[in-house]
Structures are given as C-alpha cells and as structure tokens.
T-cell receptor, first 115, second 114 residues
Framework: DTAVSQTPKYLVTQMGNDKSIKCEQN?????MYWYKQDSKKFLKIMFS???????INETVPNRFSPKSPDKAHLNLHINSLELGDSAVYFC??????????????FGPGTRLTVL | AQSVAQPEDQVNVAEGNPLTVKCTYS??????LFWYVQYPNRGLQFLLK??????LVKGSYGFEAEFNKSQTSFHLKKPSALVSDSALYFC????????????FGKGNQVVVIP
C-alpha cells in the first residue's frame, strides 16, 4: 500500500495553462503539506493543512491554490503556468496537528515541466 | 527564523570507509532535527530525528547522528559506507512554535566509490 501518493508523476504543459496535482495519504494523518524542489534540489515548503484548515501559506504566488476536500487529500491547482514553475512538487503528511516533533512522510513527487 | 546549513555540496567516500555528512542549525529555542535521504527520481525517505534526550540518535540503514548543542550541529554518520548509500541527503529543523514548518538544508550529494 502506498502511504502518500501523487498524480500525475510527470506533467508537461505549455505556459499559460492551468493544471492540478493531486495528493492522497492513507496513513490517517491530520496534517498535509506541499513542497517545491527546484532545479538545484532546494526544498521549500509552500503550504500546510491541518484537518482541511490552511496553517502555513508561504510567500507563494496566488496563482497557486491548495484545496483540501478532506484530511486525506490535498490538491494543488496552478493557474497561468510560467516557466519558473518548472520543478518537482512533493506532497507530505504528518500524524498530528501542530506537532513539530512529528516525522513528515513524503510522496514520490510530481515533475512539472512548463514549455 | 529557523535554518540549517549543509556546507559541502558533495561528499565522496570509498566503500567501507566511514561516512559523515555535516549539518549545522540556527533556531530560537530548542531544535527538532531530522535527516532525510532522496534517491534519484524518488521522494524523501526519513532516516532519523532528534527531539530530546540522548544526543546520539540511531536510525535506518545503519545511520546515526549526534546532536551537539554547543556547536549547533547534527552530523549524520555511518561507520561503513555502501555503494547503495549514494544519494542526496537533507538535514532539516523545526521548532515548537513552528507549526510543523520544516526548514531544509540545500542537500549533500553522497557518492560512495566502489
């Protein structure tokens, strides 16, 4: 059983398009995250949700909109894609809300390429 | 603000030799420190973490790390490296008031030479 899964694994699209990435966790965790890994492998948090409530919203362009329909799912919608959005996007989850000692478990990543 | 520094870009080590990957941190308050490993085209896998207690933490695949408060360091170690340990290693830190916010270092590429 895959603990944290993401779809699609690869996404190639044109500038200006709108796209979504989906994430699901079957661990029963309360908190989910989106991270962006750039071409230099630098990882930065974008958003986190506790039980469908937005907790962390880093300085991310408002073209990026997370949506959490339930605590097992966190999707990322990106409007008007730009070349600089090309990156690997990782979803993660951790057991408890607000527990900074918790281990975060990562999905396999979605490689987004904007042409 | 919380941050970690991984000073080396790449660590080369011969198979069978000890492996050390360095990490220093900067936080206000007590740090919670983590090591993750990323294999090519894969997600991050958790190796170990320090929350409190014994400064020497043992983790997966024979890795361990030592928390040193005076040097604000949390170096990752393995007594005898394997070729399969070749990967990208990330140190990360969070704090009690951080809302689970993990700040990652830039990563260290480890190359184990047969």
């Amino acid at each position: 059983d895959t603990a944290v899964s993401q779809t699609p694994k690869y996404l190639v699209t044109q500038m200006g398009n709108d796209k979504s990435i989906k994430c699901e966790q079957n661990l029963g965790h309360d908190t989910m995250y989106w991270y962006k890994q750039d071409s230099k492998k630098f990882l930065k948090i974008m958003f986190s949700y506790n039980n469908k409530e937005l907790i962390i919203n880093e300085t991310v362009p408002n073209r990026f909109s997370p949506k959490s329909p339930d605590k097992a799912h966190l999707n990322l919608h990106i409007n008007s894609l730009e070349l600089g959005d090309s990156a690997v996007y990782f979803c993660a989850s951790s057991p408890l809300a607000g527990a900074s000692t918790d281990t975060q478990y990562f999905g396999p990543g979605t490689r987004l390429t904007v042409l | 603000a919380q941050s970690v520094a991984q000073p080396e870009d790449q660590v080369n080590v011969a198979e069978g030799n000890p492996l050390t990957v360095k990490c220093t941190y900067s936080v206000s308050g007590n740090p919670y420190l983590f090591w993750y490993v990323q294999y090519p085209n894969r997600g991050l896998q958790f190796l170990l973490k320090y929350i409190t207690g014994d400064n020497l933490v043992k983790g997966s695949y024979g890795f361990e790390a030592e928390f040193n408060k005076s040097q604000t360091s949390f170096h990752l170690k393995k007594p005898s490296a394997l070729v399969s340990d070749s990967a990208l290693y990330f140190c990360a830190v969070s704090t009690y008031y951080g809302n689970n916010r993990l700040a990652f270092g830039k990563g260290n590429q480890v190359v184990v030479i047969p």
